[in-house]
């Protein structure tokens, strides 16, 4: 097993990178979005409601266009797909610089950003990994999804400084040209199709054959697959309210007294927890029974919600806080991205995790909205904060009750043993 674990990286280590450089790229607006409240509220006086709605915007448009670039991504591989969406999704960030101050224009922008970005979400980048990866896939899968930690390490403080260097209007443009250029040399150069790879001469003996990777449900045999409704269900609670968080911790940190400057920081902090949580995750995902590492991982971010309601004037609760949520919301996308391969199988793994992944952002669209909404009513996020609580304990109860994998039509399939 060890020998099988060493070739599949030396094969496939660059596709790694390439997949989490890529899939930061897709979550920079989101690591952002909430640095750029203040500053445009100070220009436009818009309210919260307003400014956390672009992200729901597109959010929600990934989750409605996710199905259909998730065919798109079974029939003609992820780098057909990935490379000319980079290029949208560059220019796309770079045209928030012209914002003028119509609410109109706002929810344009958004709007614009939803439906190019839906060409880099997580769908192409796990379909790309998942469809080399066997024996490692927690930790392959831990690896790629890494990016979106690795951007909300670098990007708050980033764009802050950013912001009060050069303006809000030319930090979208660096931001989008510097990360985002990076991200497709890198692409272009290491970023390949997993079933051409699999079909190419002399990569047989490192990777899985191609029936094994096309084994799997049906689109119809999925939508009545138990556990697959479970895990949608609970992936989608917790996301709405963890997302509905981290668009809203730099305010919620301000609040409490926290300068700019170190609340920038302490939103970087989450960063490298997220690391650490896909990693270990990962770890455990591949030795020991996927809905308790699931389950307790996700319902452990009802933690950070409690802590940050009862402890906003303690920096050690807060730091605590920023911890736990980080190490918990940065698993949710590994997770539902390895359990569905598992529950669903590799032949149609572009439509069933693309719906997954729809569900996602939708909860992530819901989210900064309703925790807005929840302020601009309460003028407070106490209420969202509680709330938090009791929906993440749910939502990792439900993750719990999980099956056992299923035999017969995945890669591996063997049911966890340990734990």
């Not at 344009?108 to 950003?113: E, P, R, T």
């Not at 309210?241 to 609340?263: D, N």
Request: charged residues 10%.
């Amino acid at each position: 097993m060890e020998q099988s674990v060493r070739n599949e990286w030396k094969a496939n280590w660059s596709l790694v990178l390439a997949a989490s450089l890529g899939f930061s790229f897709f979550t920079i607006m989101i690591a952002s979005s909430g640095l750029f409240f203040e500053p445009l509220q100070a220009e436009f006086g818009w309210s919260r409601t307003l400014l956390s709605s672009g992200p729901s915007i597109a959010s929600i448009l990934t989750a409605v266009l996710g199905p259909f670039a998730g065919a798109l991504i079974d029939r003609y591989g992820s780098r057909r797909v990935v490379l000319p969406g980079l290029v949208l999704t560059i220019g796309s960030v770079m045209s928030f610089a012209l914002t003028s101050g119509a609410e109109l224009q706002w929810v344009g922008l958004w709007v614009i950003f939803g439906i190019v970005a839906v060409s880099i979400k997580s769908t192409a980048w796990t379909a790309a990994v998942l469809g080399v990866f066997d024996r490692s896939r927690g930790l392959a899968l831990g690896l790629t999804l890494s990016g979106t930690a690795v951007a909300q390490i670098i990007v708050p403080p980033l764009a802050n400084w950013l912001i009060m260097v050069v303006g809000w209007r030319e930090a979208f443009v660096w931001l989008a040209l510097g990360w985002g250029g990076l991200t497709f040399v890198v692409c272009a150069f290491f970023l390949f199709d997993a079933h051409d790879r699999h079909r190419a001469p002399g990569q047989q003996a490192n990777n899985r054959p191609v029936d094994n990777i096309l084994s799997g449900l049906t689109t119809r045999e999925a939508l009545r697959d138990s556990a697959l409704w479970r895990l949608a269900i609970s992936n989608f609670v917790v996301m709405l309210l963890t997302m509905g968080l981290t668009i809203h911790m730099f305010p919620i940190l301000t609040e409490a007294g926290i300068s700019r400057s170190s609340a920038a920081w302490l939103t970087s902090l989450s960063g490298v927890a997220a690391i650490c949580g896909k990693l270990i995750t990962g770890f455990l995902l591949d030795r020991f029974k996927p809905n308790w590492t699931g389950g307790i991982t996700l319902g452990a971010a009802a933690l950070a919600f409690l802590l940050l309601d009862q402890g906003r004037s303690s920096p050690t609760l807060i730091v605590i806080a920023m911890l736990v949520n980080g190490y918990a919301a940065g698993t949710k996308t590994q997770i539902t991205g390895q359990l569905t391969a598992a529950y669903g199988g590799m032949k149609n793994f572009g439509k069933i995790y693309s719906v997954m992944a729809a569900l996602m952002a939708l909860a992530a669209g819901l989210g900064p909205t309703v925790a807005g909404a929840i302020y601009d009513y309460a003028g407070s996020y106490g209420p969202f904060l509680a709330i938090g609580v009791i929906g993440c304990v749910l939502g990792g109860g439900l993750m719990i009750s999980l099956p056992a994998y299923p035999a017969g039509h995945g890669a591996s399939r063997q049911a966890p043993s340990k734990g």
